[in-house]
């Protein structure tokens, strides 16, 4: 998922890689002026049309879930991540090829809870951790911090 774009701490950097935060007026993926529901329904649709189980499946639910996901990552939020403690048990799983938002932000959170760990898959795409390896990766590591079947 995207960062805490309204995090007090988030770089200009990290707050200007918001892509959907851009001009609908300018950018076709911009979302500032637009329906955030209206943009996730046209892509709902692609994705339905495209007959990719993968990406059916993903919309299968809907687009309240892709709304709520992108609103949280936009506003303040009600807990600090500063004030988790985890430790090594949170850990931060991200694409080093995903989208530049996603991978400038996977450090930032990493930062912001202390003692968490990074995990950088080389070549990563989005949605990497649908990958049978990948997923087992961070079952495995569940398992290992909470004790959960893997």
Same mark, same amino acid.
């Given at each position: 998922?995207? !960062? /805490?774009?309204?995090?007090?701490?988030?770089?200009?950097?990290?707050?200007?890689?918001?892509?959907?935060?851009?001009?609908?007026?300018?950018?076709?993926?911009?979302?500032?002026?637009?329906?955030?529901?209206?943009?996730?329904?046209?892509?709902?649709?692609?994705?339905?049309?495209?007959?990719? /189980?993968?990406?059916?499946?993903?919309?299968?639910?809907?687009?309240?879930?892709?709304?709520?996901?992108?609103?949280?990552?936009?506003?303040?939020?009600?807990?600090?991540?500063?004030?988790?403690?985890?430790? !090594?048990?949170?850990?931060?799983?991200?694409? $080093?090829?995903?989208?530049? /938002?996603?991978?400038?932000?996977? !450090?930032?959170?990493?930062?912001?809870?202390?003692?968490?760990?990074?995990?950088?898959? /080389?070549? $990563?795409?989005?949605?990497?951790?649908?990958?049978?390896?990948?997923?087992?990766?961070?079952?495995?590591?569940?398992?290992?911090?909470?004790?959960?079947?893997?």
């Amino acid at each position: 998922s995207d !960062p /805490p774009y309204a995090h007090h701490l988030a770089t200009p950097e990290l707050r200007q890689s918001d892509l959907f935060s851009r001009s609908a007026d300018v950018d076709k993926t911009g979302l500032y002026g637009r329906e955030p529901a209206s943009f996730a329904q046209e892509g709902r649709a692609a994705a339905l049309g495209s007959k990719n /189980p993968v990406k059916v499946h993903a919309w299968k639910g809907g687009i309240d879930g892709w709304v709520c996901d992108f609103t949280l990552e936009r506003v303040p939020w009600s807990f600090s991540l500063e004030s988790i403690t985890l430790g !090594p048990r949170a850990s931060i799983w991200v694409g $080093g090829e995903d989208y530049e /938002p996603i991978v400038l932000g996977a !450090p930032f959170l990493q930062r912001l809870v202390s003692g968490s760990e990074l995990h950088v898959v /080389p070549g $990563g795409r989005h949605s990497f951790c649908k990958q049978p390896e990948h997923l087992a990766a961070i079952l495995r590591e569940m398992h290992l911090h909470f004790g959960f079947e893997a």
